[in-house]
Antibody
Framework: EVLLVESGGGLVQPGGSLRLSCAAS????????MHWVRQAPGKGLVWVSR????????MYADSVKGRFTISRDNAKNTLYLQMSSLRAEDTAVYYC??????????????WGQGTLVTVSS | DVVLTQSPLSLPVTPGEPASISCRSS???????????LDWYLQKPGQSPQLLIY???NRASGVPDRFSGSGSGTDFTLKISRVEAEDVGIYYC??????????FGQGTKLEIK
């Protein structure tokens, strides 16, 4: 069973930094693309970033480019999101999601339970 | 960016009755491999999203067969043959092919009458 457990959320002041983690189990983590998707309170789902299996191919939404950094440690089966220069509009639940394997067919996203980030003074 | 437009945004349904949600894309999601790259997700109250349908019409593991996906190109539909109380939540379509960015529809809130 695919299990994704996010952590690291919390209250941070505007301009501050935070690092989210996503611990993965139940599948070959090092073979899969991974994503971060966020959801502001009462709003819809918004894609944030994607990293390929070996970390060499990365994409970001324009709204976070230059402020957020996605990375992964395949030895620890963990995905990260380093967030800096945080703004009030970054307040959201952040989900990690599993995408396809690098050699496999597309079968949709599997999601973690999310971690809440609140940016406020 | 690809824009996904869902309708309706609110869907009150009587238990046992069918329900249908539309998702229209601003660009074709039909790729040269013959697959339509359109997913459906359900976010139940207080939960994270869960996959219902991938590649337009493929039910995810464990999804009841009352859920079905259809469509091709730019027009897609999620149908629930007989709505049950546990189906309440917000339904999202998503496209994973014309990226970045990956984009979601606005969401359709299904509620029980």
């Amino acid at each position: 069973e695919v299990l994704l457990v996010e952590s690291g959320g919390g209250l941070v002041q505007p301009g501050g930094s935070l690092r989210l983690s996503c611990a993965a189990s139940g599948f070959p983590f090092s073979s899969h693309w991974m994503h971060w998707v966020r959801q502001a309170p009462g709003k819809g789902l918004v894609w944030v970033s994607r990293i390929n299996f070996d970390g060499r191919n990365i994409m970001y939404a324009d709204s976070v480019k230059g402020r957020f950094t996605i990375s992964r440690d395949n030895a620890k089966n963990t995905l990260y999101l380093q967030m800096s220069s945080l703004r009030a509009e970054d307040t959201a639940v952040y989900y990690c999601a599993r995408d396809r394997s690098d050699s496999g067919t597309y079968v949709g996203f599997s999601w973690g339970q999310g971690t809440l980030v609140t940016v406020s003074s | 960016d690809v824009v996904l437009t869902q309708s309706p945004l609110s869907l009150p349904v009587t238990p046992g009755e069918p329900a249908s949600i539309s998702c229209r894309s601003s660009q074709s999601l039909l790729e040269s491999d013959g697959n339509n790259y359109l997913d459906w997700y359900l976010q139940k109250p207080g939960q994270s999203p869960q996959l219902l349908i991938y590649l337009g019409s493929n039910r995810a593991s464990g999804v009841p067969d009352r859920f079905s996906g259809s469509g091709s190109g730019t027009d897609f539909t999620l149908k629930i043959s007989r709505v049950e109380a546990e189906d309440v939540g917000i339904y999202y379509c998503m496209q994973p092919i014309h990226t970045p960015p990956y984009t979601f529809g606005q969401g359709t809130k299904l509620e029980i009458k």
